[in-house]
């Protein structure tokens, strides 16, 4: 045990010492990982490629006629719409009557049971058109007095089928203050 001692203290190991055997250590664990990467790397491709090389086989199955049995197959018969605008009215509210509600819901009737579905957009005293939709609008705060109110219908199987009802109503409601409007008061 003194003869270790005695070498340990005679053998002064320095830092510069250390970097070196640990430098010396550390070269076979990097050549093998490199190697092991490389490795699998190549196998990889090898999978790769056999996978690619593998078609399917194409199997024929042979199905025996039937001679003594006829199969029926269910026929559905699709009934074609009428390329036609059909009938459609604006039930509420009547002409030129006074209306208070706030909003002002335009209730829209299409009779659909032939024709084909339909679209429409609506204007309030000649501004722009609305977006084409198929429900009906609610307008709300509208400008008190006489209001016209243009409806656009369009066919969604003929384009170049379009009809135009206009309704004339008075409106004497108040407006709804908005939230935003509100809290700048």
Same mark, same amino acid.
């Given at each position: 045990? @003194?003869? %270790? ?7 002064? /190991?320095?830092?510069?010492?250390? @970097?070196? /055997?640990?430098?010396?250590? !550390? %070269? ?5 990982? $490199? %190697? ?14 056999? *996978? +690619?090389?593998?078609? &399917?086989?194409?199997?024929? $199955? ?5 001679? @003594? ?9 699709t009934l074609a719409c009428k390329k036609e605008i059909g009938p459609i009215s604006i039930t509420s509210p009547k ?16 009779? !659909?049971?032939?024709?084909? +579905? ?14 084409? *939709? ?8 509208? &400008? ?10 369009? !066919?969604?199987? *003929? ?19 908005? &939230?935003? #409007? #509100?809290?700048?008061?």
């Amino acid at each position: 045990m @003194d003869q %270790i001692k005695k070498f340990i203290r005679k053998f002064k /190991v320095g830092k510069h010492h250390l @970097d070196w /055997v640990a430098g010396l250590l !550390s %070269i076979p664990v990097l050549l093998t990982v $490199i %190697i092991l990467n490389l490795n699998n790397l190549n196998s990889q491709k090898k999978n790769s490629n056999n *996978s +690619s090389e593998n078609k &399917p086989t194409e199997k024929v $199955i042979v199905v025996p006629e039937t001679k @003594d049995k006829q199969q029926t197959l269910p026929t559905t018969t699709t009934l074609a719409c009428k390329k036609e605008i059909g009938p459609i009215s604006i039930t509420s509210p009547k002409e030129g009557e006074a209306v208070k509600n706030n909003p002002v819901c335009i209730n829209i009737n299409y009779d !659909s049971q032939n024709y084909c +579905s339909v679209v429409w957009s609506y204007r309030i005293n000649e501004g722009n058109w609305s977006e084409f *939709s198929s429900s009906s609008p609610c307008i709300y705060n509208a &400008p008190n007095g006489d209001i016209k109110f243009e409806l656009r219908v369009q !066919s969604t199987a *003929s384009q170049d089928q379009q009809k135009t009802i206009i309704r004339n109503f008075k409106y004497e409601g108040t407006p709804v203050a908005s &939230p935003s #409007a #509100a809290a700048n008061y």
